[in-house]
């Protein structure tokens, strides 16, 4: 699978604003989910979201969304595709941030993380996708820190084909995400 990761953070730049309108705390309230559009529509982003938020979970998510793709976004190379298996595409994103605040506040660790996420999924068989994990600024209850904006794309030669593409990419970038962050080291340790 293609997946790389990035800094995006200065002025200007996305932050990850956990305090938004529209969150959802879905580790007090996993039956929320059904409030979530992007998870109405799409079974992969509820599931995503609940193996985020579950207790056991060193993370959380503050915002998704989805969208599809057009064939000009879609460069075969970047997807692990050729030409006849990128016409159409689906991505989505989701930010995610580590619930202990101590880490929250840690680059170096939100750093690690992206890069080891990155280098577990580039060792995952899957064609016809990507993975982008970017390391953001964010914010939690006034306090400044750090998150990761996963995004997951797929695509396919039809809009089913894509969409299935883009569900197993997502599965695998949570599973190497959850891995990631319970294998960081806690701070203190």
């Given amino acids: ?5 990035s800094v995006e953070i ?3 730049l996305p932050v990850i604003d956990v305090a938004w309108n529209g969150f959802i705390d879905l580790r007090s309230s996993p039956e929320r989910v059904a409030g979530i559009e992007e998870a109405q529509r799409h079974p992969a982003i509820r599931e995503a979201l609940l193996v985020l938020n579950t207790g056991g979970s ?30 159409t595409g689906f991505a989505s994103y989701i930010d995610i941030v580590d619930i202990e605040p101590d880490q929250f506040v840690s680059f170096k660790l939100h750093e690690q993380q ?5 280098s577990a999924l580039r060792t995952v ?5 990507r993975v982008d994990v970017v390391v953001r600024a964010a914010v939690l209850r006034e306090r400044n820190g750090f998150g990761l904006t996963l995004y997951a794309a797929g695509c396919g030669a039809s809009e089913p084909d894509a969409c299935a593409a883009w569900e197993s ?4 970038a949570v599973a ?5 962050a319970s294998q960081s080291p806690r701070m203190g340790e």
């Fill in 125 to 129: 068989d899957l064609l016809q996708g």
């Fill in 114 to 118: 992206a890069r080891a996420i990155v």
């Fill in 169 to 172: 990419v997502l599965a695998a």
């Fill in 176 to 180: 190497a995400t959850i891995t990631a």
């Fill in 10 to 12: 200065g002025p200007g």
């Fill in 58 to 87: 060193p993370v959380f998510t503050a915002k998704c969304d989805c969208w599809m793709l057009d064939e000009s976004e879609i460069d075969p190379d970047e997807f692990a595709a050729n030409r006849e298996t990128a016409h």
């Fill in 1 to 5: 699978m293609e997946a790389d990761w």
